[in-house]
């Protein structure tokens, strides 16, 4: 039976994402993840409906996990889509 997550198609001895992350700088990475969130959020109303939600929520945890391990900082990711950092800022 087929992964729903991982059709036939994708079957390979290297895994892309693992070889992305390990050959990819960690900003091009996470905005690849990211990048796939976005496009994954704003397409999934007009072709592939809760499939394309269950991929931006993949890519989305995969950038989560990242950030946790202390890959990926609030700036950065601000930086990359136009955000300005006092927006991040503590405001405490």
């Keep these: ?4 997550k991982r059709p036939s198609h994708y079957e390979s001895k290297i895994d892309p994402l693992t070889y992305m992350k390990a050959n990819m700088s ?3 990475y996470e905005g690849f ?3 796939n969130v976005i496009k994954y959020v704003t397409r999934y109303p007009k072709k592939n409906g809760l499939e394309d939600l269950k991929k931006a929520r993949d890519y989305l945890d995969k950038a989560i ?3 946790e391990e202390g890959h990926i900082h609030a700036s950065s990711v601000a930086k990359a889509f136009g955000v300005p ?3 991040l800022e503590d405001k405490s």
């Design 26 to 28: 960690q900003a091009n």
């Design 65 to 67: 996990d990242l950030y």
């Design 85 to 87: 950092v006092k927006l």
């Design 33 to 35: 993840l990211i990048g």
């Design 1 to 4: 039976m087929t992964n729903p």
